[in-house]
């Protein structure tokens, strides 16, 4: 069976719809399907999906469309470490994950290798630098504040400016020597190519509250829920 | 004050990682307060499926959805629209807008009991949790 035919006929089977109701926008070419290896089998009714799967409709329009229990919508992850392994991309995808970014994993020494697996990914993957050199290491990313080399990280994105889209700085107090200098560091190497800073709050040794003014437009900050006096409310 | 922050264009991502991350009652102070997240993330890595209080992103979500005031379209907004204004690379993704590239999660809305995790053991049940069922994907570069 050509391959199309196989990916087709799997979608059908898949999703319980005849061939003449499988959307246009499917054809001709039907694009791999990735199933997440714990989800129930399409046709098994069961107490939350009385009827199975018996219908898709795939419009256009709205972000999202539902039909009975489904949900259809691309699912994008701007803050993930999925290349820290070979294997984490396509676990992202099962997971319905289409697009994502590492957020991180790799500093200026080691980003040929994590640039290397964002190209392999089967979906559209990019990489935040760390401006800890190392990336994300045990002893902490900043731990020595040497390791947030400015001209090193700035080397780095511009030997792979088509795969950097921004600057991680990590400042949790563990892993950082200096919150605010490390941050300094992290916007003085992204400004220079006009890229955004994600932080990585939480238990920071300076309050939130002032690490935020050190954030440009389109800057990011993550973990922002955390129990101590750095969550955005308090 | 972080309200002006974000009016200067910082986006706020409630990024539900491994550990230390998120707490229930930091979490209800923020969705009381209406401080809704731009994005919703989950540091995932290969492994995450075996961090109780992980899983997937669609787990994230559900929190969301169960504990707050927004809505499933609004959940939904901070893993798609959302993101993809966050960098270039995104953009025209997220949605599934004519001429978009067919990048679809299919993900199954249940109703039932649901143990949700926090990052310190705290268990929450709710009645929603979306899950991940199939991925179909058109991207080739």
């Known amino acids: 069976m050509h391959r199309r035919q196989f990916l087709k006929s799997g979608l059908r089977a898949a999703l ?4 003449a109701s ?3 926008i499917l054809s001709p070419v039907l694009p791999p399907i ?15 999906n009385p009827g199975g799967l018996d219908s898709l409709e795939i419009g256009t329009g709205p972000i999202f469309q539902r039909k009975m229990d489904l949900s259809l919508f691309p699912l994008l992850a701007i803050h993930a470490h999925y290349l820290q392994d070979p294997r984490g991309a396509h676990i992202a995808l099962e997971d319905g994950i289409t697009g994502f970014v590492d957020a991180g994993s790799a500093g200026a020494d080691n980003i040929d290798d994590i640039v290397a697996m964002a190209r392999a990914a089967p979906q559209p993957a990019r990489i ?3 401006i800890g050199r190392r990336g994300v290491i045990g002893e902490g990313d900043t731990f020595e504040l040497s390791l947030a080399n400015v001209e090193a990280c700035k080397a780095a994105i511009a030997s792979n400016l088509d795969y950097v889209v921004g600057v991680k700085a990590r400042l949790t107090a563990e892993v950082t020597a200096n919150d605010r200098e490390v941050l300094r560091r992290a916007q003085e190497a992204a400004s220079y190519f006009k890229l955004p800073v994600m932080i990585h709050m939480g238990q920071s040794e300076t309050p939130m509250g002032e690490l935020v003014k050190l954030l440009k437009p389109g800057d990011i900050v993550v973990h922002d829920s955390p129990p101590t006096t750095h969550a955005t409310v308090h | 004050m ?7 264009g910082s986006r706020f991502d409630i990024a539900n990682g491994r550990i230390d991350h998120l707490r229930w009652d930091t979490f209800d102070a923020i969705m009381t307060a209406g401080f809704w997240p731009d994005t919703t993330s989950t540091d995932g ?3 995450s499926r075996s961090v109780p209080g992980v899983v997937d992103l669609p787990n994230i979500l559900s929190k969301l959805l169960n504990f707050s005031d927004m809505s499933l379209s609004e959940v939904v907004a901070t893993a798609t629209v959302n993101a993809a204004k966050v960098f270039p690379f995104l953009r025209g993704k997220g949605t599934l807008n004519v001429g978009a590239d067919v990048d679809l999660a299919i993900l199954k809305l249940r109703e039932g009991e649901f143990e949700f995790l926090d990052n310190y053991e705290g268990v929450r049940v709710g009645r929603k949790r979306l899950f991940p069922f199939e991925t179909i994907h058109a991207y080739e570069e």
């Open chain 1, 16 to 19: 319980g719809v005849s061939a």
């Open chain 1, 22 to 24: 499988i959307p246009s």
């Open chain 1, 34 to 48: 990735y199933r997440n290896p714990f989800s129930s089998p399409a046709h098994a009714p069961n107490a939350n």
């Open chain 1, 128 to 130: 935040l630098i760390n």
């Open chain 2, 2 to 8: 972080m309200n002006e922050v974000r009016l200067n």
């Open chain 2, 45 to 47: 890595f290969a492994a």
